[in-house]
């Protein structure tokens, strides 16, 4: 995917693991949408993109910076929780600020997260992780202005990328920023079975 | 001030109390820095704009919105916590994330809350008092999104404004968000000994 096209562009109907990508509608840090969704879609992997209401996405750059709109794919409500293998939390402050308000995306957190499948969160997104109180007594990274945030909600924060954690019997995969999209996007091909990734 | 000038004119030299509001350069809420400056300046209260480093404050209107620019008058640097007898937090989702960051911006929380002066903070601003674990024990208010990270900094959340608390020898000022303001800026004039504003 160039950046003249979008996320649901060339879509791919492989059967295999659905990934899941959960935004809100505005304030979502580009590169970390887009980044993960391309390295899923090139190595043949299903992807489907949720907001609350099912609306298209204003993007950012830095926060602040309009980056264009990607179309969603499917409403909150329309997601089942046993169809998704691995849930995929981008960020952007403003985007993980609103979406940790959004009591049934905090219930599909903790629900992905109870069946055994994978929660993957960059940067602000962790909030998330925080708000569904998926941290306690685990290994986590996020932006560092989360770190008191997920320290407080009971999580060991590491200035690290990825973060792996399996403990208790649920997995996060967490990242910092922008520049770890490339290793965020290889731990999640990897916990999908791409091991080559 | 109307909204075309700037909190910056029309500077008061009245003696008595100094208030200074601390901001990130950039993502800070207009009316949530506007609204208590005109109040106070419009009581005759000497009013200062601190910015990590003395840069103009770039002002957003629901987060996302460019709204203007505002000319700090002094770097935090500059900032003598011994002559702040009240200190203001606007808020703004990406002003709060960026200021909990810088550790000066931090230890003047820290500082002038140890002083005995009161700290007032409105919407994403608790962030500031949650990363300088001032909330701890306390009774405090703020954007709705913020209310877990306050909880488990060990403050317990009212949805409710303004919230003043003396608990522990500190004084907090809290409030949740734009509509908030004026009951907001009443208290901390209220504080500053202003009985009837």
Redesign the interface.
Do not use: I
């Given at each position: 995917m160039t950046t003249s096209t979008t996320p649901t562009d060339d879509r791919s109907t492989d059967a295999g693991p659905h990934v899941v990508f959960l935004t809100a509608a505005?304030?979502v840090e580009r590169s970390e949408l887009t980044g993960p969704w391309e390295a899923l879609r090139a190595a043949g992997v299903r992807t489907s993109l949720a907001t609350p209401d099912g609306a298209t996405v204003a993007t950012?750059e830095g926060?602040?910076e309009p980056a264009g709109d990607v179309p969603a794919d499917l409403a909150l409500a329309d997601v089942d929780a046993a169809d998704v293998d691995l849930l995929v939390l981008p960020g952007g402050?403003?985007n993980a600020?609103?979406l940790?308000?959004e009591a049934d995306a905090v219930a599909l957190v903790r629900a992905v997260a109870a069946s055994g499948a994978p929660v993957a969160a960059i940067c602000?997104a962790p909030?998330l992780l925080?708000?569904s109180d998926l941290v306690r007594g685990k290994d986590v990274t996020s932006?560092?202005?989360l770190r008191?945030?997920v320290t407080?909600?009971g999580g060991t924060w590491h200035d690290d990328a990825p973060v792996v954690c399996r403990k208790g019997g649920r997995t996060l995969v967490t990242a910092r920023n922008p520049d770890d999209v490339p290793a965020f996007s290889a731990a999640i091909l990897e916990l999908l079975g791409h091991r080559d990734a």
């Open positions: 505005k304030g950012v926060d602040l402050t403003v600020d609103t940790r308000l602000h909030w925080v708000e932006y560092p202005s008191t945030d407080n909600a």
